[in-house]
């Protein structure tokens, strides 16, 4: 029995609409290449990749931060690298200070080239990297030491900030980047005088023991500048080391990120040959439906009745 | 001769029969695509026949016969009514799914993001000024995003009940078209098939908007209640339902300001929402009632949405507010980024604003062990740190697992949908199996009734026949 089925022909629109409602969304799928694009397309994969977008974007910062350490770290090592070659200037100097045939006027001479490299240890513990004192420790924004002959060490302290502030890598480990002036230049005893290692001390002792012909003391002030040489060296080998770790910190990072954003595409993107034959079957079977109704018969007993 | 006269009458009252019958066939025909019309067949009885007796017998019609199936039809408005549901369900929740991002391009997960890496960039320079202001700018776009989002939401509960008023009101008009039924019926008690159809069809509009018990009484009437025990429409009187939004005051209310529920009322003014589970009313309070009050909050429960800004707020000034702005000697303690309505739990999302009275160069990277960025590193992690508040969750897992609810009810909603498409398509195909006008039937029962009027004409021709020679033997 043929009936006029309301019912039949409502399933067929039904099936239609389906099947339509599918082409739409994988076609979206295709053109875009996201497979889900919005919480209904995987709700079981949105914890996920909103971490990875988190974690993708932090990693971006962070070897942001690591690349301007790196700047920092690479400008102070050059920085301290023109100390040591300072201070070594200044122990040769000494040196021709220390020799019986000097006389009191070449001495003075001397003193005043000794006088330059202090000003030049001073200029390099006043270091800018992007707008920031790089030795100054934790207040950043202004020199911790200033040039003063009156001064014992002939170097007024501006500041005493330590330095704390570290960089953080991918694993979240921190890695201190920074000393600070006085650690490097003018390491001073629990009572405030000059320590073993100070270049300032040691430079300006000389100094002073060349202006007054002082035999002794040029003798003594040479051997504080060797012991400041070697305490510079150390300084220089941290800043070697911070490097060292920055630049393994940035490969991790890298390595992270390209995992990450592995990660991310697999579970959000699409995989275009899946899709692109779903799209196949969906288009298939939508014509093979149209084709199969195209061919129902619509005729019924009347059109045969004369 | 007089028994001449008697078939006489007989055949024609067989003509007449049997163009009533043709009538019937006609009336199917007409009606075959007329929603809510069943076949109805003429039935024909043979009258008594007894020659000696002097009954001619003969053929009378009684009563139509209806096709209709109250089985077939009461499994149609079943699945109309859970197609209803999901429709509206699946409609309602793709509409407030797109306020989710789920790219991380845009909207409260993008902002987020920004903020925690501006936390990042702050920490490798804690005293750069444009690196702190950017923290503020980037809390300025955090609070603005999610002020954004729940305004959206509330706007979008406000078209839901709108949607419910207007459901409403179809469901009142179609039971005012029921009621006029009854009264018709109470004043004729002859079936109509016309106006059966159209009850049916009205029955099967209401089923697709609300859950209805259809009851039919001896009267002829029906009666339709809303659940099991509303009342729409009883014989001659239709009860209106009303729509309401109000906050709910049983059991009290543990968020006083919190946002009110859609309500349906009785014509009583009583509360019957709870007698709405399915239709296209049931969806929509379910979506408004359930799923958007469960993120923007309601008088029982904060809303995961608030839950967030509340989190995200209180532990970024926490970190803050127990710090310094900077390392040095004396330096000020931190002072809280963010704040928010804290008179009600249901307000938080709303009101996130960034404090009015901060300044960037107030922000505290310091920790209170003297930690130059020891704060800021803190904040750069806190999108990745479990919130006991969240239940264990961090801030970037718990907004998007507000997504990914409202995600799955969608999927579910759509999936259903389709399944119950074909569902009631397939229903109603057994349903007009049985009771739909089938054009090669109705051109059988014609063909069938054609010859026999032909017939019949033929027998009175020759009856008449008979009796005009009858009578011309008269002298």
């Given at each position: 029995m043929l009936n006029i089925t309301r019912g039949a022909t409502e399933k067929f629109l039904a099936d239609m609409d389906r099947t339509q409602s599918q082409i739409d969304k994988v076609s979206g799928q295709v053109s875009s290449g996201i497979r889900v694009q919005q919480p209904s397309d995987d709700p079981g994969a949105l914890a996920e990749i909103a971490t990875l977008q988190g974690a993708i974007g932090m990693n971006q910062q962070v070897q942001a931060n690591l690349g301007s350490a790196t700047n920092e770290v690479g400008t102070a090592e050059g920085?301290?690298?023109?100390?040591?070659?300072?201070?070594?200037?200044?122990?040769?100097?000494?040196?021709?200070?220390?020799?019986?045939?000097?006389?009191?006027?070449?001495?003075?001479?001397?003193?005043?080239?000794?006088?330059?490299?202090?000003?030049?240890?001073?200029?390099?513990?006043?270091?800018?990297?992007?707008?920031?004192?790089?030795?100054?420790?934790?207040?950043?924004?202004?020199?911790?030491?200033?040039l003063d002959l009156s001064q014992p060490s002939g170097v007024q302290r501006l500041l005493t900030a330590s330095s704390t502030r570290?960089?953080?890598?991918?694993?979240?480990?921190?890695?201190?980047?920074?000393?600070?002036?006085?650690?490097?230049?003018?390491?001073?005893?629990?009572?405030?005088?000059?320590?073993?290692?100070?270049?300032?001390?040691?430079?300006?002792?000389?100094?002073?023991?060349?202006?007054?012909?002082?035999?002794?003391?040029?003798?003594?002030?040479?051997?504080?500048?060797?012991?400041?040489?070697?305490?510079?060296?150390?300084?220089?080998?941290?800043?070697?080391?911070?490097?060292?770790?920055?630049?393994?910190?940035?490969?991790?990072?890298?390595?992270?990120?390209?995992?990450?954003?592995?990660?991310?595409?697999?579970?959000?993107?699409?995989?275009?040959?899946?899709?692109?034959?779903?799209?196949?079957?969906?288009?298939?079977?939508?014509?093979?439906?149209?084709?199969?109704?195209?061919?129902?018969?619509?005729?019924?007993?009347?059109?045969?009745?004369? | 001769m007089s028994s001449l006269l008697a078939s006489l009458a007989s055949s024609g009252r067989a003509l007449d029969v049997f163009q009533r019958a043709l009538s019937v066939i006609q009336d199917n025909i007409d009606n075959a695509s007329t929603p809510g019309y069943a076949t109805q067949d003429a039935s024909l009885t043979a009258l008594p026949l007894d020659i000696t007796g002097g009954l001619v017998g003969g053929v009378a019609t009684r009563s139509l016969v209806s096709s209709r199936n109250d089985f077939a039809d009461q499994a149609v408005r079943r699945h109309l009514q859970s197609l209803g549901e999901f429709t509206a369900k699946s409609q309602n929740l793709n509409s407030a799914q797109t306020l989710f991002d789920v790219t991380g391009n845009s909207g409260v997960p993008a902002s987020l993001s920004q903020l925690f890496q501006a936390f990042s960039a702050w920490s490798a320079n804690p005293s750069d000024?444009?690196?702190?202001?950017?923290?503020?700018?980037?809390?300025?776009?955090?609070?603005?995003?999610?002020?954004?989002?729940?305004?959206?939401?509330?706007?979008?509960?406000?078209?839901?009940?709108?949607?419910?008023?207007?459901?409403?009101?179809?469901?009142?008009?179609?039971?005012?078209?029921?009621?006029?039924?009854?009264?018709?019926?109470?004043?004729?008690?002859?079936?109509?098939?016309?106006?059966?159809?159209?009850?049916?069809?009205?029955?099967e509009s209401l089923s697709q908007l609300v859950n209805i018990t259809t009851l039919q009484q001896a009267d002829g009437t029906v009666t339709v209640l809303a659940g099991d025990q509303t009342p729409l429409v009883i014989g001659n009187q239709a009860y209106a339902l009303s729509a309401s939004v109000y906050a709910d005051t049983t059991p009290p209310a543990v968020n006083s300001q919190g946002p009110p529920s859609s309500h349906v009322l009785d014509w009583q003014g009583n509360d019957v929402t709870a007698d709405v589970s399915s239709g296209q009313l049931g969806g929509l309070l379910n979506v408004r009632n359930q799923v958007l009050s469960s993120i923007s909050g309601d008088a029982q429960q904060a809303g995961s949405l608030n839950q967030f800004a509340k989190t995200l707020a209180d532990s970024v000034n926490q970190i803050l507010q127990s710090g310094k702005v900077s390392s040095d000697p004396g330096a000020a303690s931190g002072l809280p980024l963010f704040t928010y309505n804290t008179s009600d739990a249901t307000l938080a999302a709303g009101s996130l604003t960034v404090n009015p009275s901060i300044a960037a160069d107030q922000l505290a990277p310091a920790d209170a062990a003297g930690n130059a960025n020891g704060n800021a590193i803190q904040l750069a992690s806190l999108g990745s740190t479990a919130q006991a508040a969240l239940g264990g969750m961090n801030l970037t897992t718990f907004l998007s697992s507000i997504a990914s609810n409202i995600g799955q009810q969608t999927q579910q909603a759509q999936s259903s949908l389709t399944t119950q498409q074909q569902a009631t398509a397939q229903a109603k195909s057994l349903r007009d199996q049985i009771s739909g006008v089938s054009l090669d039937a109705e051109a059988v029962k014609l063909i069938e009734f054609q010859r026999g009027y032909q017939a019949a004409a033929r027998v009175l021709a020759v009856l008449n026949d008979l009796t005009d020679k009858t009578i011309q033997m008269i002298p």
């Open positions: 920085a301290l690298q023109s100390a040591i070659q300072a201070v070594e200037n200044a122990i040769s100097l000494g040196a021709q200070g220390a020799t019986s045939t000097s006389t009191a006027q070449a001495r003075s001479i001397l003193a005043t080239q000794i006088q330059g490299l202090q000003e030049t240890l001073v200029g390099i513990s006043q270091t800018t990297v992007n707008g920031r004192y790089i030795f100054s420790g934790d207040q950043d924004r202004s020199p911790a030491y200033k570290v960089i953080q890598d991918a694993t979240g480990t921190a890695i201190s980047v920074a000393k600070t002036a006085g650690e490097i230049f003018d390491p001073r005893n629990p009572d405030d005088t000059p320590a073993t290692g100070n270049a300032f001390a040691a430079l300006n002792a000389l100094r002073v023991a060349l202006q007054n012909n002082d035999s002794a003391g040029i003798a003594q002030a040479q051997d504080a500048l060797k012991q400041a040489d070697s305490h510079l060296n150390v300084a220089e080998a941290f800043y070697g080391n911070a490097q060292t770790r920055l630049a393994s910190a940035t490969n991790i990072a890298q390595r992270f990120q390209v995992n990450q954003q592995k990660q991310l595409s697999d579970l959000r993107d699409t995989d275009v040959a899946s899709a692109a034959l779903e799209l196949t079957q969906a288009q298939t079977q939508q014509q093979a439906s149209l084709a199969a109704q195209s061919k129902r018969t619509s005729m019924n007993l009347f059109d045969y009745l004369t | 000024p444009s690196l702190r202001q950017a923290v503020v700018d980037g809390a300025v776009s955090v609070a603005d995003s999610v002020r954004s989002l729940a305004k959206s939401l509330t706007q979008t509960a406000g078209q839901i009940d709108t949607s419910v008023a207007s459901t409403v009101q179809q469901i009142n008009t179609l039971g005012a078209a029921i009621q006029n039924y009854n009264v018709e019926r109470l004043r004729n008690p002859t079936s109509d098939p016309a106006a059966d159809a159209s009850l049916h069809a009205n029955l």
